[in-house]
């Protein structure tokens, strides 16, 4: 199943019984009124975006929404993988917060901390990582030596520069001491998932910053380095090998 096709109007009216059981006051049958029978020529974003637009017309003000969120959410994934597969149905949830979470911020942030334990919160955090970089970044810093394996991965891969499906973001370079911080305490995390995650930031790096990437390898490389640390350099330096093989052609 593609990824828009769970949106479908079976979905609205499950979403739209959720959102009920925390939130009484929700226009449910609006909710869905607006938005059965109107998704299914659309792409993946622009159903997510018709939601989010369904759910401010039927609900109160983003901070009682976002309060209620937090008793939506349900249980905890217990492995790294499975956000996409069990928790794809929060993503509208995470849509909303991805355009309205600046309203405020650092509720947003707690949210969005709840919310990557279940599906990934790489997207609603940008927006607010843009407008708000010292502070959030020294959140992260602190997320990234987190026990649990989402919010350690969230830490990496909100700060993406080229996050797939999302404008570029260079809250990196501009802060770039506390992003080297948050890469450096997950460079050995024993998680693939984790791991992946720091590889693509290296990736990333050397497309707009190929000095600074080469900088924090070695310095990391300086003291010795563990298998992690080699997987995630080696796969952050990918492209850099491809390329070189094709000078020495």
């Known amino acids: 199943m593609k990824h828009k096709e769970h949106y479908d109007d079976a979905y609205i009216v499950e979403l739209s019984q959720k959102i009920l ?6 226009e449910a049958q609006k909710f869905c009124a607006m938005l059965q029978g109107n998704l299914e020529d659309k792409e993946l974003f622009a159903r997510l975006d018709c939601i989010v637009d369904a759910m401010v017309k039927t609900m109160g003000d983003y ?10 959410l349900g249980e905890e994934l217990e492995k790294a993988e499975g956000m996409f597969s069990f928790g794809y149905w929060l993503f509208p949830i995470s849509r909303y917060v991805e355009c309205y ?9 707690s ?45 990496s891969e909100g700060v993406r520069i080229h996050l797939p499906w999302s404008p570029k973001l260079l809250v ?15 460079k050995d995390d024993s998680q693939k998932f984790v791991q992946k995650s720091v590889g693509n930031n290296l990736n990333d790096l050397y497309k707009e910053a190929p000095l600074k990437a080469q900088a924090l390898i070695a310095q990391w490389q300086q003291g010795g380095t563990s298998k992690a640390c080699e997987w995630i350099i ?9 390329n070189q093989q094709k000078r020495g052609k």
């Open 101 to 109: 979470g600046n309203t405020n911020w650092q509720l947003s942030l």
């Open 21 to 26: 059981s925390v939130m009484p006051e929700f």
């Open 63 to 72: 901070d009682k929404n976002i309060q209620s969120f937090f008793h939506l």
């Open 111 to 155: 949210f969005i901390k709840e919310l990557t334990k279940r599906f990934t919160g790489e997207y609603a955090i940008r927006p607010i990582l843009r407008e708000h970089p010292k502070e959030v970044m020294d959140e992260l810093i602190l997320w990234s030596k987190d026990s649990n394996v989402h919010i350690r991965r969230l830490a």
């Open 234 to 242: 080696k796969h952050g330096e990918r492209n850099q090998n491809k």
């Open 172 to 186: 990196a370079l501009d802060e770039f001491e506390k992003y080297a911080m948050i890469l450096t305490n997950l």
